[in-house]
């Protein structure tokens, strides 16, 4: 009887348990109907501020190359600036917020949702740090949309698209490079087909679990040790180092009260400083004392101290344990993940600026 029980709940267990394998990436994202002509406009229209209908920003604005194909910025300025990165700075007088959520890069973002031991399904890849639509091509007009973001005061929320059609139709070059009639769903498709291609499958990490031995260094080694016993990999698993689930950690975002984030992908994590939703946590070393105050916070709860002034924590924290000896390990395996091997080049002219 009682090893009955005993089975039931170690079965329950079990299937209640994350998967917390990690693994290597695939080496290509491409799908099939990504020709390199779509991808050649893809990449014109990802760098083409004609795309906004202030018509002074781009995607890659935001997620531009000499930024990890992000901002290297907590949060990011859209319309009505000027610059990138760091530097962009709101054109004087314009009354236009930062955005309230940090910009993740582009990279990889092709593989987002991908899982060990899952099917994957590029039409269903969660997007966004609370997964609010999926795949890239769905994502790719919702910035067009955005005030902050593309739209500015300019039009309607409903007319973004539309506009934006219209601005390409009224460019020769557009109307060349599309072939036939130019619509929303041919232009998310090209910038997606696109963004396939920007992906970093052969960081150390990946060669050395294909089986290249001297891929990492033996600190390297130590610290992808230190990271699965501390339990990092209840969330940050799978190929991209993340489960892509919604996980409370203790983190408000002030805009909305939400305080469930989808884990991010630990990749490249050398070009995407600052870090967490809010871009407001500065170093690696800095995330990783906030792990350690997490821990002590997820004990407390559990030992059903006063919690009512916390955030709601995910139980998975109370099954953390990371050392203070374990950080320099750990860093030490996060650099294997880094890659400086991927497209860094940007379009020589735009199609909307002839000869410009
Ligand atoms: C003003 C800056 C800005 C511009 C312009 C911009 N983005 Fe983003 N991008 C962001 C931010 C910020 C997020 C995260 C927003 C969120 O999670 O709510 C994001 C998220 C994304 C994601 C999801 C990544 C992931 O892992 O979830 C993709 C893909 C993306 N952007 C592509 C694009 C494309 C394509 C364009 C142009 C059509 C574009 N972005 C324009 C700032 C920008
Ligand atoms: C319960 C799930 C969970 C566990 C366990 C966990 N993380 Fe996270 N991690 C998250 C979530 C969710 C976020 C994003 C939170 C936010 O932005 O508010 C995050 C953010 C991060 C970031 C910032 C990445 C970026 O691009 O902004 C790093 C780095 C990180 N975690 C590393 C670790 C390490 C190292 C461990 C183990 C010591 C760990 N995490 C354990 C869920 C988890």
């Known amino acids: 009887m009682l090893s009955t029980l005993v089975v039931i709940l170690a079965a329950a267990t079990a299937a209640s348990q994350p998967n917390t394998k990690i693994e290597a990436l ?44 992000a901002d290297g910025r907590p949060t990011p300025l859209g319309v009505h600036a000027s610059g990138i990165g760091p530097g962009r700075k709101l054109i004087q007088g314009a009354a236009f917020l930062p955005l309230t959520r940090n910009t993740p890069t582009i990279l990889n973002a092709a593989f987002n949702g991908i899982e060990t031991g899952k099917p994957f399904d590029p039409a269903k890849s969660p997007m966004f740090w609370d997964n609010r639509v999926r795949s890239l091509e769905a994502q790719a007009l919702a910035p067009i949309r955005q005030r902050e973001e593309m739209r500015g005061d300019v039009c309607s929320e409903g007319d973004a698209v539309p506009s934006m059609i219209e601005r390409l139709n009224s460019i020769p070059e557009y109307v060349k490079l599309f072939e036939t009639e130019i619509t929303a769903d041919k232009v998310s498709q090209a910038i997606a087909a696109y963004e396939r291609t920007l992906i970093t499958p052969d960081a150390p990490f990946d060669r050395f679990m294909r089986g290249d031995k001297t891929a990492m260094t033996a600190e390297q080694q130590q610290g992808m040790a230190a990271f699965q016993k501390a339990g990092c990999a209840l969330c940050h698993n799978g ?105 860094k080049s940007v379009p020589e002219r735009l199609p909307s600026q002839p000869g410009g």
């Open 26 to 69: 695939p080496r290509s994202a491409a799908l099939p109907g990504d020709t390199p002509s779509k991808i050649a406009l893809g990449r014109l229209l990802f760098f083409d501020p004609i795309l906004s209908a202030t018509r002074d920003v781009a995607c890659a604005t935001c997620h531009h190359p000499q930024h990890g194909w």
């Open 239 to 343: 190929p991209m180092l993340s489960d892509f689930k919604l996980h409370a950690i203790g983190q408000t975002d002030s805009a909305t009260n939400r305080t469930e984030f989808r884990t991010p992908s630990l990749r490249n994590l050398k070009h995407t400083a600052p870090y967490m939703h809010h871009g407001g946590t500065l170093t690696l070393d800095e995330v990783l004392l906030f792990y350690d105050r997490l821990m002590d916070q997820a004990a407390e709860t559990l030992e059903g101290g006063d919690t009512s002034t916390l955030p709601p924590l995910d139980p998975l924290l109370r099954q953390m344990n990371m050392l203070p000896e374990d950080h320099a390990p750990i860093k030490a395996f996060l650099e294997a993940l880094n890659s400086d091997d991927y497209d």
